[in-house]
């Protein structure tokens, strides 16, 4: 499973003027983990000293995942994990050739505490909330399954899981509406458990229509167990910008399944879904190119003189419209196939912003 999660792996704030704008008024709510089955965490804290912010989500029963970043660097990691006992492990993918991970406890409150690992040694972490200057988010999941023939007990099965976020009730109105629609896609929907239960449904449904004539002469094959997986993670959540992303994977027999992870970067203060070409000029998409070639070197450790196609399905990486930021930088990420084969996983490029000054808006 780590290994698969691994493949799946797969950011600067701008304002008006250069200022940074503060959320409207509004009571943040850390929610009390002892009562609460999924939620958000925005926390803060350092790692051997150095500060770091780490957007964490409950996204299911034993699943942990989310981003951090090194308030210095700004560069988003992606973290995923689990429960064991009383303490929970978060794993990164920094390192392809090595482990790293966050290993400690969580209290009540959602004060974070343990150990760091990686780079050959280990480092304190100590992160706690906090929901300042940030939009506070509830967590909903959701999950089911059906069996393919009913009373059969080597009955194949169909499974599906979906998780999303969602705006917390005492968030401003206009701004809760906002976020609803893009998460939505638009759709007018205020019941996000019925939301995500019909994906759910319509990905069941579908497949006991088309496995019903399933041949089993043979006997039942493995690839007529299918999956589906949905889920959403914060990058980004620093007002007036706040960055999901949305990744769904999907078994329906075949070799492999298929996966992709998809961003959403929002001004909530403008109310409008942003694009490169509002923090970028122009030339970006060819100017971009050696920044992201360079990114890419370093990422997957490539000698300066190998050629990209020995790794690559093309010869250079153009920036494409999957994008996501923080205040350190912009990342465009590569779905499977899209620059690279399917056992390269998803492609995340960041570009830091001082390497690309002149390209800034």
Request: aromatic share 12%; charged share 25%.
């Amino acid at each position: 499973m780590r290994t698969i999660l691994l493949f799946v792996i797969t950011c600067c704030v701008f304002v008006s003027c250069g200022k940074k704008t503060k959320q409207q008024a509004q009571t943040p709510k850390i929610p009390d983990l002892a009562q609460t089955a999924y939620y958000y965490l925005h926390l803060k804290g350092a790692i051997n000293g150095e500060p770091v912010t780490m957007n964490l989500i409950k996204s299911g029963p034993w699943v942990f995942r989310g981003y951090y970043t090194y308030d210095n660097i700004g560069e988003p990691i992606m973290l995923w994990g689990s429960p064991d006992g009383d303490r929970i492990f978060l794993y990164e993918n920094t390192d392809r050739d090595e482990e790293r991970l966050f290993a400690g406890k969580m209290d009540s409150v959602g004060h974070f505490t343990g150990k760091w690992r990686g780079k050959g040694t280990s480092y304190n972490f100590d992160l706690k909330p906090d929901f300042q200057n940030i939009v506070a988010l509830d967590v909903v999941f959701a999950a089911d399954s059906v069996d393919l023939f009913a009373g059969n007990p080597n009955t194949p099965t169909g499974q599906a899981s979906n998780c999303i976020v969602w705006p917390s009730t005492g968030t401003d109105e206009a701004t809760a509406a906002f976020i609803r629609a893009c998460i939505a896609d638009g759709k007018p929907i205020n019941d996000p458990n019925k939301f995500i239960r019909r994906d759910i449904d319509s990905f069941l449904a579908t497949y006991k229509v088309n496995e019903k004539d399933l041949d089993t002469t043979g006997g039942i094959p493995a690839t007529a167990n299918w999956a589906a997986d949905a889920d959403m993670k914060v990058v980004w959540n620093e007002y007036p910008l706040l960055v999901l992303e949305y990744f769904t994977y999907e078994y329906t027999g075949g070799a492999h399944g298929n996966y992709g992870a998809h961003y959403q970067v929002l001004d909530l203060e403008k109310k409008k879904v942003l694009k490169a070409e509002d923090f970028l000029k122009p030339e970006y998409k060819t100017d971009l190119i050696p920044e992201l070639e360079k990114s890419f070197r370093k990422i997957y450790k490539m000698e300066e003189g190998a050629k990209l196609e020995s790794m690559l399905l093309t010869k250079e990486i153009a920036p494409n419209d999957n994008f996501l930021v923080t205040d350190k930088g912009i990342g465009f990420s590569y779905t499977p196939y899209e620059i690279g084969p399917y056992a390269l996983g998803q492609v995340t490029l960041f570009v830091p912003y001082k390497n690309i000054k002149a390209l800034i808006k």
